[in-house]
């Protein structure tokens, strides 16, 4: 690697995502950092090399090595970083095949980590949509999440926007979760710093999950804002399939949310600042 590359830009996207990550995990049990790789992975990496290992939902385990210049930033010269994904013994129940789930999540990685940009949170979601869709359908919270339709709601339909200074706890992670799917809500939770959660369904049921929601323990939390169905730009339903848990970096919040109907005016409206698309 040539010094001229590790530019302090570098190192200051590397740490940027390690921020993000221990904002999101919890450091020790679903995010543990190791100075020395695991077998299969390479070992031969210089010292500044970061390794750390992610449970991902409690079916897997995502073992990543972040080498000197990563990220890039160019696709011409990437440097690329080193992830092994396993299977957990919990997964046993999903009848999920591991080579197949790895050899397809390498694939991924090749051409994803071509663009020389950060990748970790692609990776996550990537393995996070997979286990999703191999998930046993008896579970309780699959369950629990019914397809949500207008002519299913028996009253007024509003989106809460609720911003917390971070959402990390697994115990209030678990509770958004569930809270949601008994209340039959929509919408989405984005763990980190700070911490978004997006309700939307039939008024009484959204306000009393907000109710509920605000009664945990916060070190700071937030309704920004309650949109009522029909009302300015909200006029289709954003969530219609459900409540779930994205991890995803705050600059491809905006980009997310705007392909589901959401305006650069509302995300101004909840973080302060208008949304803006990559160029």
């Given at each position: 690697?040539?010094?001229?590359?590790l530019?302090?830009s570098?190192f200051?996207?590397?740490?940027a995502e390690?921020e993000?990550?221990?904002?999101?995990?919890r450091v020790?049990?679903?995010?543990?950092?190791?100075q020395?790789?695991?077998?299969?992975?390479?070992?031969?990496?210089?010292?500044?090399?970061i390794?750390?290992?992610?449970?991902?939902?409690?079916?897997?385990?995502l073992?990543?090595q972040?080498?000197?210049?990563?990220?890039?930033?160019?696709?011409?010269?990437?440097?690329?970083?080193f992830?092994?994904?396993?299977l957990?013994?919990?997964?046993?129940?999903?009848?999920?095949?591991?080579?197949?789930?790895?050899?397809?999540?390498?694939?991924?990685?090749?051409?994803?980590?071509?663009?020389g940009e950060?990748?970790?949170?692609?990776?996550?979601?990537?393995?996070?949509?997979?286990?999703?869709n191999?998930?046993?359908?008896?579970?309780?919270?699959?369950?629990?999440?019914?397809?949500l339709?207008?002519?299913?709601m028996?009253g007024?339909?509003?989106?809460?926007?609720?911003?917390?200074h971070?959402?990390?706890?697994?115990?209030?992670?678990?509770?958004?979760l569930?809270?949601?799917?008994?209340?039959k809500?929509?919408?989405?939770s984005?763990?980190?710093?700070p911490?978004?959660?997006?309700?939307?369904?039939?008024?009484?049921?959204?306000?009393?999950?907000?109710?509920r929601?605000?009664?945990?323990?916060?070190?700071?939390?937030?309704?920004r804002?309650?949109?009522?169905?029909?009302n300015g730009?909200?006029?289709?339903l954003?969530f219609?399939?459900?409540?779930?848990?994205l991890?995803?970096?705050?600059?491809?919040?905006?980009?997310?949310l705007?392909?589901?109907?959401?305006?650069?005016?509302?995300?101004?409206?909840?973080?302060g600042?208008?949304?803006?698309?990559?160029?």
């Amino acid at each position: 690697m040539s010094p001229r590359r590790l530019t302090m830009s570098t190192f200051e996207g590397r740490d940027a995502e390690i921020e993000l990550l221990k904002s999101m995990f919890r450091v020790g049990d679903e995010l543990l950092f190791v100075q020395n790789g695991p077998p299969g992975l390479n070992s031969n990496l210089e010292p500044c090399s970061i390794h750390f290992i992610l449970k991902i939902m409690g079916l897997a385990e995502l073992a990543v090595q972040l080498p000197p210049g990563y990220p890039s930033g160019d696709s011409a010269a990437p440097v690329k970083p080193f992830m092994t994904l396993r299977l957990l013994p919990s997964a046993q129940t999903c009848e999920m095949n591991e080579r197949m789930l790895s050899t397809r999540f390498n694939s991924w990685l090749q051409g994803a980590a071509n663009t020389g940009e950060p990748v970790v949170f692609a990776a996550i979601d990537w393995v996070r949509d997979e286990l999703a869709n191999w998930k046993s359908p008896d579970s309780a919270l699959s369950s629990q999440l019914e397809d949500l339709s207008l002519s299913a709601m028996k009253g007024p339909v509003v989106c809460l926007w609720i911003v917390s200074h971070h959402i990390r706890s697994p115990v209030k992670r678990r509770l958004i979760l569930e809270w949601a799917g008994e209340l039959k809500l929509g919408g989405c939770s984005m763990p980190g710093r700070p911490g978004l959660i997006v309700a939307e369904g039939d008024a009484d049921n959204a306000d009393e999950y907000w109710r509920r929601i605000r009664g945990l323990q916060w070190k700071h939390i937030q309704l920004r804002d309650r949109e009522v169905f029909g009302n300015g730009e909200y006029n289709i339903l954003r969530f219609p399939e459900g409540f779930y848990e994205l991890m995803m970096a705050h600059q491809s919040r905006f980009s997310w949310l705007n392909a589901r109907g959401v305006s650069s005016e509302q995300y101004k409206i909840v973080f302060g600042i208008p949304g803006r698309l990559p160029h």
